[in-house]
């Protein structure tokens, strides 16, 4: 077993050793969904979103486009990339959360990264993560690095089972 404190409620969590190897060990964590949801609200701001002066110049404004994700909410008429994806929008719209759905990406030297959601209230950004193989810890890490003022935080895939169950119930 190994051990990793939530980010929000800072509670230690116990993982097996399968499930911990493909947690991100570095960047703010949620324990579960209602962590998620009271770390959305930590910051809520009382403005549109613009973008902060330090992001200016990498950051990406990325428009509609052809889409051949594998997963569609009849809900919120969207594509995902995933099942767990899809998941998290419904539920997260669902309990009154405005987020957009790979809207914005972020550029430094010859890479690139697009984080899954942007919730609109709190200038902040949602990565939904499944199992992390070591060139997509490698990414995010490079990316927190480059980018440590963006608010930003990632559901893990242990989660996925309970946010399907919130998704039946509340649909």
Known sequence: ???RRCSVCKRLQSYSKDEYKYLDKDGDLACSIMCVM???HLE????PFDI???WRGGVVRLYDR???DICHSDLLGEWYKS???RNVAEVLHLKGHKMEYEKYGFNWGSKSYTPDFFHLASNSFLEVKGKWGSS???KYKS????WPDVRMLVVPWVLAGNFEKMRERLI
């Open 1 to 3: 077993m190994a051990n």
């Open 38 to 40: 009271d770390w959305l």
């Open 44 to 47: 809520e701001a009382d403005h």
């Open 52 to 54: 902060p002066k330090s």
């Open 66 to 68: 052809d889409r051949s």
């Open 83 to 85: 099942y767990f994806e």
């Open 136 to 138: 997509q810890r490698s």
């Open 143 to 146: 990316f927190r690095e480059a």
